[in-house]
């Protein structure tokens, strides 16, 4: 017989998308329509969600974002190259273990007993994917596997037991299932093909970058203190930059920071020689930031002032 989790009814939080959009702007998070509904539906169905975007479009937020308006706790597990088991799920305290092999050594214990001791749950180190799933008084968790495209291909066999049934298996100790399933956000800026296994047991959402008016009022909201006239000219450049030729465009990160740098300056108007100036909080390459210097950026001030 098969063993089903219990789904953590967070739904009972949210009847409609538009819920989901308010509850996720009370937290400073602007999502559209398509975002609200498949964070809807991944609350109402007990399914992970797998956010596709280009790096700084808000994925990582979502979940921040998320964990904030559920009460939750945030566990993050940040992917990167060579990632694995013991690092990501469990790992055994070999010190201790030690230590105690020791001590029934000296009490005469048997070779069956102590082997049996030996891989107790009190030296199993749970790592994000174990505590994820780990009862927890709380309440359940809420999981952010970041970046899942920079860890190796290899790695994603890890995660699809947990994905699927919410369960890991660790062969010393049996399989241990989620009672109460994490939400399990799982992001990847596409730098690889993500596994089809993977996505397939998760919803799947494409995270854009903002439209002019969606990012105008997350300068806004973002940033305390910003006048309407700053906050329109940073959009205006951003939305600009992001249409040149340029090696990465910058993402809604850079554009806070940007707007952040900018109060920092007291700065009130956007002019060529501020851009030129700034170009190093907007831009990460040299090669972009010398091909936006001069003309470019004589246009981006002339785009910026216009009404």
């Known amino acids: 017989m098969s063993h089903s989790p219990t789904i953590w009814h967070w739904n009972l939080l949210f009847n409609t998308i538009e819920a989901v959009q308010q509850a996720l702007l009370d937290q400073r998070y602007i999502a559209d329509r398509g975002l609200a509904t498949v964070i809807f539906l991944a ?13 700084g479009v808000g994925k990582t937020e979502v979940a921040k974002a998320l964990a904030s308006v559920l009460g939750a706790r945030l ?3 940040q992917c990167y190259e060579g990632l694995d088991v013991h690092n990501a799920v469990y790992e055994w305290a070999y010190a201790r273990q030690i230590l105690h092999l020791r001590v029934l050594e000296a009490s005469g214990a048997s070779r069956s007993e102590m082997e049996r001791d030996l891989y107790g749950r009190e030296f199993l180190l749970a790592r994000p ?4 799933i780990e009862e927890d008084a709380a309440g359940p968790p809420v999981l952010l596997i970041d970046e899942i495209d920079r860890a190796d291909e290899e790695f994603e066999s890890f ?5 699927s049934d919410f369960q890991i298996t660790i062969p010393e100790i049996g399989t241990i299932r989620a009672t109460r399933p994490p939400v399990v956000i799982v992001t990847s800026n596409r730098t690889r093909e993500v596994h089809d296994a993977l996505k397939r047991r998760c919803l799947y959402h494409w ?3 903002p439209d002019f008016e969606t990012e105008y009022q997350i300068v806004t909201l973002k940033t305390p203190g910003i006048a309407a006239q700053l ?6 450049v951003v939305q600009a930059l992001r249409q040149a030729d340029l090696f990465k465009a910058p993402g809604v990160a850079e554009t806070l920071d940007w707007a952040n740098a900018l109060l920092a300056m007291d700065c009130a108007d956007l002019d060529e020689a501020t851009i030129n100036d700034t170009l190093g909080v907007l831009l990460k390459y040299q090669d972009d930031v010398q091909r936006v210097q001069g003309a470019l950026a004589r246009d981006l001030a002339k785009r910026a002032r216009a009404t």
């Open 207 to 209: 995270i854009n970058y």
């Open 159 to 163: 995660l699809l037991e947990l994905l």
């Open 231 to 236: 906050s329109y000219q940073v959009t205006r």
């Open 129 to 132: 994917l174990l505590q994820a």
């Open 43 to 55: 609350l109402k169905l007990g399914k992970p969600l797998f956010l596709e975007g280009e790096a």
């Open 75 to 77: 566990i993050r597990l």
